[in-house]
Structures are given as C-alpha cells and as structure tokens.
C-alpha cells in the first residue's frame, strides 16, 4: 500500500473497508474500516497510525487493534512542509512494516505487536477468587523478640541550647536592639483618621552600640547527644512470609485462536478520514496492491522522481534548522579546495618555469571505454504518455495474483 501527499498539517488517512458488499453508494463516514493507516499531527504529538479491526470470531464484533508507536521523533515529516510518501507493508506471515519516504520507521507482528493484542489470553485472572483474610504478604516484620531498652528516652529533645556557650559580658537584656526614632516627626499631612496612629521608623539602639548585643540572649541550638527518638523494634524477615497473593488462574472463555490477522475482511474501497484546522494539506497516488515490486515501481515513477536532485538539496536542506552545518561544510568541502588550489595551482614565480614539463601532459591518451550497457531496461518504456497503460496491465495482472481481494482504485 502506498500513499503520497503533500504538505501536511493535520489529517489521518484512512483505508476504508466495506464490510459485506455495500454499494458504493452507501460509502459514508460511518462505514467501518479495515485498515485506518497514515500521519496524524495533534498538537505537537506525531503519530503515524496503522490501526486494523479485527473480528472476534467468538462474538462476531470488530475490535480495533493499534500497532505500537516508534520510539523515532516523527516531527520532522510534519514540520519540513515537503511532500512524504507514506508505506505500509503487509505480509502474509502477519509482518508489517511502516515507511516513510523509503525509510522504515516501524514494524512489527500483528501477532504481536499490537495493542490489545489480536488473540486474548488464554488464561485469566479467577475474579471470584479472593484474597484469604489470613494472607500473610508483609515480606518483612519487627521483631517480635526484642522490647524498648528501659534507658530509652523517647522524650529526648533533638537539638538543645549549647551548654559550651555563655551570654558575652556586655549583653544588655534590658535594652531593645532597635527603638522608634526619637527624632522623627508625623508628616505634616498624617491624618490619624485616615491612616491610623502614627509610628516612627526603627533605628538601631545607640544604647547598644559598644555592646555585644541587646535584648533577651538565646544560646545557640546544638544537636542533643541523648537524643534517640522514637523506639522502633529491628526488622527481620517475616518467617510467615506467604509471598504476594494473586488470584488463581482460569481459563478464558472469551479465547480464540486466530493465528492469521492478515486474512482481514475484504477492501473494497478507500476512504479519507480528515480532520485540518489548516489549508494546504495535499494528497495524491494512492495505490493499494498487492504486489511490492508494482508499489516499488510505481514509487520510483512518482515519488522517486522527485528525489532525484538528492545529496546536495539534502545537505542544504539540513542548515535550514541547524546553521552550524555551513561551517562543518565549510570545513570539509571548501577548505580542502583551497588548500588544493593553494598548493597544486602551478605558479610559474617558484616553479622551475624553464622546464617545459610543466604543462604538458604525462598521460598516454587512452582508448574511450565502451558504451555502458543500459541499467534500467525495464523502465525504458515509462514515458509519461505510456505509464498509465503499463500500471494499468501491472494491476490487472496483480488483482489475478491477489489472495487477499484487494483492488486498485485511481
Ligand atoms: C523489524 O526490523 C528489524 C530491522 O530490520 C528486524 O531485525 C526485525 O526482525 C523486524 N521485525 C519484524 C517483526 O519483522
């Protein structure tokens, strides 16, 4: 499956499936799907999703299976405002792969991979098991040997005043170390009504200028050596211990094999499921087959392309969002020249000039190599005009191959 778009800002694609044979007519939001797959930018979260529904053939009803998101930051193919192809692989050994622009960003197993995952568990937790009141799960337990030592003063305060340190000689208890200032006077337009009672700003106590200090004298607090806090008997490990109680096991009524969630309910149309608050988003070439080396073909007539102009563009293309780059390529690619041109220009000022080898070639002339043959044979008649009958003979032949029911639709 493959699908290109471009500018993209905010929209999930969806392959949309008909289950049973609806018309096309009745083809609405509402039908179900089978495959939801493609890019999905909400906020600043990036997600390519690839969800399948698949049907419990117990019950009879369609369950949606997620694929695990890649730990890979995605935000670069929404943010570039380039156009990206998108992939998604199925394999019948119930593999898939997610890429972008030709590079896998994600795969997994259907078996696997998927959350829930597409076959419940055969066993389940017994729900009308219940833990015995007498379980004992404390792995370890105080000491039931040992009691409070009688010297033991819980009461022992943790820091107490430091019996090393005395009030200094010139401390004045009696004296504040700052007092109202006695100078100052109530601003001319103080209004007690309006403002409340007048105070005076605090100055330092000139009564306690040549003392050490002034006011109540505290010692400083040190840590009490009796201190022990509060008793508590040692661990030791809990000869009871009957380890964490888990239910028992039953088995799941709800269990089904399916060891195939490939074999998916028929495609037979394709559907957009979009949601923008931006304009510019743009989408087109879908194709679904199945047959990779079609998808691989058709890619390189559309998208490939487009990639063609390559290394250079890329490389420019990086400084765009890291601008240190122009130095690294400064460094690697501009320095090397003029070092080359430095020493390699022939200057005729140091040179030996009287010597005539110097601008003559050494080199035998040598035989043209023969033409290369041509790579791409297969690729030689895809001009513009024919394409469109190649993919059109390719698919026919693909939907004889399909096992899978799935059709091309332009
Ligand atoms: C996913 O891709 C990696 C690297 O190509 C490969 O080693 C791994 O087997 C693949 N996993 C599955 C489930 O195909």
Known sequence: MLIRQGVL????????????????????????????????????????????????????????????QPDTDLSDYFTDHNPHLYTLNLYPDNTFEILIDQTLINNGSLLEDMDPPVMPPREIEDPEDTKPFNWDDRRRIPDPTVTKPDDWDEEAPRLIPDPTVFKPASWIEDQE??????????????????????????????????????????????????????????????????????????????YFEDTQPFRMSPVSAVGFELWSLTGDVLFDNILLCD?????????????????????????????????????????????????????????????PSDQDYYYKKIDEPQPD??????????????????????????????QKKSDLELKVFK
């Open 369 to 398: 190599s023969p033409q290369d043959p041509e790579v791409n044979t297969s690729f030689t008649d895809n001009g513009p005009s024919n394409s469109t009958s190649l993919r059109k003979r390719e698919a026919n032949k693909a």
């Open 177 to 254: 170390p700052f007092i109202p200032d006695p100078e100052a006077q109530a601003p001319h337009d103080w209004s007690e009504e309006m403002d409340g009672e007048w105070e005076a700003p605090l100055i330092a106590n000139p009564a306690c200028s040549h003392a050490a200090g002034c006011g109540p004298w505290k010692p400083p607090m040190v840590p009490n050596p009796a201190y022990k806090g509060k008793w508590k008997p040692p661990m030791i490990d809990n000869p009871n211990y009957q380890g964490k109680w888990q239910p028992r096991m039953i088995p799941n009524h709800a």
């Open 291 to 351: 047959d990779l080396m079609i998808a691989r073909r058709w890619t390189e007539d559309t998208w490939g392309q487009r990639q063609r102009p390559g290394i250079v563009e890329r490389l420019l293309f990086a400084t765009g969002k890291r601008p240190w780059l122009w130095g690294v390529y400064v460094f690697t690619v501009g320095l090397p020249i003029i070092l080359f041109i430095s020493f390699m220009w022939p200057d005729k000022r140091f040179g």
């Open 9 to 68: 800002i905010a929209f999930c694609f969806c392959l949309t499936v008909i289950v049973g044979r609806e018309e096309q007519s009745q083809f609405n939001d509402a039908t179900p799907y089978t495959i939801m797959f493609g890019p999905d930018k909400c906020g600043n979260i990036y997600k390519v999703h690839f969800i399948i529904r698949h049907r419990n053939p117990l019950t009879g009803m369609y369950e949606e299976k997620h694929a695990r």
